[in-house]
């Protein structure tokens, strides 16, 4: 094996491997056609092909069990994990780090949620089953994968057809999958058709997916039922050396639960224009340009889905809420790359802008409205620079800086039919300054050494940054609009936020000989300025809060935090048909300032699988465990929850070509657990399968799945 070969093993190739994985390599294998045609690796004998991207980067294939949320494709990854609000709604978390600080990446755009509790997370609006690809970075994220890319970065691909060959026939490419799963009666159905030559390309998606509520073994947590639609068509024109593609993909959801949020979905859509282009001048200098538009509308209710607090019909009519929400914004990119001092630059600018508008309402009383955000304001600016160099032999350099210019603003608030206090809190915000502006700027270096053919070490260092969020800087009242965090307590803004500012240090090992490969990581990071609830000092606020909440209101403040942890990656192939992967994860969140762990971190946790790889088939099992969680936070009484354990079965077989059944069993002893990460429950009806109101939500409970896949 080449010192060349051992990088290139695990950038892209999910060694995280599943059963369906080995029969779905053509997943991987039609990448994006922006960039030359890229080295294809096979691993052994399991076929698994991807692009070279970079040595820190791994890639995740769609996964053919229970899962419609894009997101939970995340908890195969090493350090990666989900904060689930409900079945469409997973919070992608890396490294103790979730939300706005870690960037998900859809053709080139970041999304921007229209919800004010992140029900349409970035990666809600692709299903699973249109997903391609999920890539991560491990470990410090390059200035040019985003923005603000504090807490890692994301990739999420889409399918779309490959150019032909000069004198080559049009090539017609497709794929049809559908599923069941037992566990709440749910099914997916999707089907994408591509027709390219070699100057033109057009492809279309489409998926339908429902299901009911999950159940587990104390009852049904309701509400998670589902109901989502999504599409996508495109087209892409190629001339010599240069790529041009439009895309418009659009997502509708109907109603759907958030069991650990205060209201449920009852209508999301929206749609994402892109376009790109990508191309070489003279075959030194390669460009690539990138525009986007969204356009999102969010509406959720306390009232469709589930039960309203209140003893009588006037009491529950008092307690309805509806919430009307709208994000629209638009970003760019433009990245140049040519050669340097035996090195490659890369410089660009990229930014957007994004708009948010809140309305809270009561159907059945006209004369109340609250104005929870008006007109929000986030509009982000940068520039960013990155050098990759060789300068001896077996040694890679890798630098990077980044300036970014971050403007926020708000209109005026307001509130009728509401109690006096209310009013007094808008006046209260709409009489300051609202306009804030951070000058942030992130820089990375790395580097790496190739030992060995069989060994790579890796060094690196970053400071990276984050502005506040709009719900962080602008949330005026008390209310539990919070991104996500699903922990039950009000909070208040905070005009005068300082960004965070994180220094992290990583050290990475890839060894690989034979059949064997192994991949620890390690890594501290400190946070300046973090941004976490603390006890409100707001007289007025509280007073409120104290009327709506027996929790203490919290306000948003900066503190210090430290993380650290360590993610490994293992496995090894024997009998030539036999092969054994797993992962393990562990990260540690204290707060530097006080006797307190940060909050929602997740718990020591891991896999191992055991599978048997036939040509034509694959049959395994898999245990995903997780160590109990007693290191929680003290600021918001978050409990802690008990270890567990997962026995899982998987198979797939392909029964004729391109035609592909997969089989399986997901926690097969029917295990009654909590997910650590899964918000505290806020519904009514679930008080009815022994889960009171700030209970930590369940885990699914036995789930039996068959898919089908056919794929031309």
């Not at 809600?124 to 997903?131: I, K």
């Not at 890319?149 to 017609?172: L, N, S, Y």
């Not at 492809?203 to 589902?226: D, L, V």
């Not at 087209?235 to 069991?259: A, C, I, K, L, M």
Request: with cysteine; glycine share 10%; net charge negative.
């Amino acid at each position: 094996m080449s010192k060349k070969s051992i990088s290139a093993n695990l950038i892209a190739i999910p060694l995280t491997l599943m059963a369906s994985q080995p029969l779905l390599a053509k997943e991987a294998d039609k990448e994006e056609d922006k960039q030359p045609k890229k080295e294809t690796l096979e691993l052994e004998r399991m076929e698994i092909r991807g692009e070279i991207i970079r040595p820190n980067m791994t890639g995740v294939l769609p996964e053919q069990g229970g899962i419609n949320d894009a997101a939970h494709l995340l908890m195969r990854v090493p350090g990666a994990n989900v904060n689930g609000l409900g079945p469409l709604s997973g919070i992608a978390q890396y490294r103790g780090l979730f939300g706005d600080r870690v960037n998900v990446d859809f053709k080139g755009m970041n999304y921007k949620p229209a919800c004010t509790n992140s029900m349409d997370a970035p990666l809600s609006h692709v299903p699973a089953a249109m997903t391609s690809l999920l890539k991560v970075y491990r470990g410090i994220a390059p200035v040019s994968s985003g923005i603000e890319t504090i807490g890692g970065a994301i990739v999420q691909e889409t399918k779309r057809p490959e150019f032909t060959e000069d004198g080559e026939p049009i090539d017609w490419t497709g794929k049809f999958s559908a599923g069941f799963n037992s566990v709440n009666d749910g099914w997916y159905g999707a089907l994408y058709n591509g027709l390219a030559n070699e100057n033109h390309r057009i492809h279309a998606y489409g998926s339908k997916e429902f299901g009911n509520h999950f159940e587990f073994p104390g009852g049904a947590n309701i509400p998670t039922k589902h109901d989502r639609e999504a599409a996508e068509v495109g087209y892409g024109f190629r001339y010599e050396d240069h790529v041009f593609d439009v895309d418009y993909n659009y997502n509708y959801t109907r109603p759907t639960g958030t069991p650990a949020l205060p209201m449920d979905i009852t209508v999301s859509e929206g749609g994402i224009l892109t376009g790109s282009y990508a191309g070489r001048i003279n075959d030194v200098v390669g460009i690539k340009a990138s525009y986007n538009y969204q356009d999102i509308r969010h509406t959720m209710d306390n009232f469709s889905l589930r039960r309203v607090r209140g003893n009588t019909i006037a009491q529950q009519n008092q307690n309805k809420r509806v919430s009307d929400n709208y994000s629209d914004g638009f970003g760019y990119k433009l990245a140049i790359d040519f050669p340097l001092l035996s090195g490659t630059m890369t410089v660009g600018a990229d930014g957007d802008n994004a708009n948010h508008d809140a309305t809270v309402t009561n159907p059945t009383n006209p004369n109340f409205s609250i104005k929870n955000f008006n007109g929000a304001e986030r509009d982000r600016y940068g520039f960013f620079s990155e050098w990759v160099v060789s300068p001896i032999q077996d040694w890679t350099v890798e630098l990077g800086a980044r300036v970014n210019h971050i403007e926020m603003n708000s209109r005026t608030v307001s509130s009728t039919g509401t109690p006096p206090p209310l009013t007094t809190l808008a006046n209260n915000f709409n009489s300051q300054n609202r306009e804030k502006t951070d000058f942030n700027y992130d820089l990375t270096g790395i580097i790496r050494h190739n030992v060995t053919d069989d060994l790579e070490v890796e060094l690196g260092f970053a400071r990276k940054t984050r502005s506040p969020s709009y719900q962080e800087r602008f949330l005026w009242a008390p209310f539990e609009a919070t991104g996500g965090l699903a922990d039950g307590y009000l909070y208040i803004g905070n005009l005068d936020l300082q960004p965070e500012k994180s220094y992290q240090g990583e050290l990475g090992i890839t060894w690989r000989h034979g059949s064997f490969y192994f991949a620890p990581r390690a890594f501290y990071r400190y946070v300046d300025d973090y941004i976490q609830g603390t006890p409100a000092p707001n007289g007025v606020a509280k007073t409120i809060a104290a009327n709506q909440n027996p929790n203490p209101l919290l306000q948003y403040n900066n503190i210090d935090a430290i993380l650290y942890g360590t993610d490994v990656e293992a496995g090894f192939r024997f009998m030539d048909n036999w092969r054994v992967d797993g992962t393990i994860s562990y990260v540690k969140g204290d707060r530097a300032d006080a006797d307190d762990n940060l909050y929602r971190i997740a718990p020591l946790n891991g896999l191992i699988s055991l599978f048997y790889d036939h040509e034509k088939w694959t049959l395994g099992t898999e245990v995903v465990g997780y160590w109990r969680q007693g290191d929680v936070s003290k600021f918001n009484a978050e409990p802690k929850t008990s270890g567990y354990a997962l026995w899982n079965i998987r198979g797939q077989a392909e029964l004729y070509k391109g035609l592909q059944l997969g089989v399986g069993v997901e926690n097969l002893l029917d295990k009654d657990y909590r997910v650590h990460l899964n918000g505290l429950n806020r519904s009514l009806n679930n008080e009815a399968s022994g889960i009171a109101v700030g209970d930590r939500l369940p885990g699914i409970g036995r789930n039996v799945y068959v898919t089908l896949n056919y794929e031309w």
